[in-house]
C-alpha cells in the first residue's frame, strides 16, 4: 500500500481529546494491508465509521511490519482490535494453505528436478 500519510481529519464520533488519549496499538504484516483495507486503504473510511474508531498506519522501519494505532471509545478501540486481527489471521492462514495447495499440485505432477 506504500507510505501511509498522518490523519489530519478526526470522524465526528471520535471524541476530542479523550478518545485521543490511551489508542490500541497493534502490528499486522505489511503483506495483508491490502487484503484488510483493500487498494490504496480505500475501505479504511467504511471500517472506521461501523467500528466507531479512527485509525492510523504506522509502517515500521523493518517494512515486514505496519502497526496500527486505533483511536476511540475503550469498547470501540478493543472491538476494532480483535476485529482486524481475526480478519489478519484468516487472510494469512488462507495465504498459506494456497501456498500448500500449490506445492501440493506441483509435487502431484511430478516435476523433473531441473524445473523445481
Known sequence: MGAVAERRDIPPWVKVPEDLKDPEVFQVQTRLLEALFGPSGCRIPYIEQVSK?????????????????????????????????????????????????????????????WMK
Open 53 to 113: 474508531a479512527m485509525l492510523e498506519l504506522k509502517t515500521l522501519e523493518s517494512s515486514e511490519f505496519t502497526e496500527i494505532v486505533v483511536y476511540g471509545s475503550y469498547l470501540s478501540k478493543l472491538r476494532t482490535r480483535w476485529m482486524l486481527q481475526s480478519l489478519a489471521e484468516w487472510h494469512r492462514q488462507r495465504q498459506e494453505r494456497g501456498m500448500l495447495k500449490l506445492e501440493e499440485a506441483m509435487n502431484a505432477l511430478e516435476l523433473s528436478p
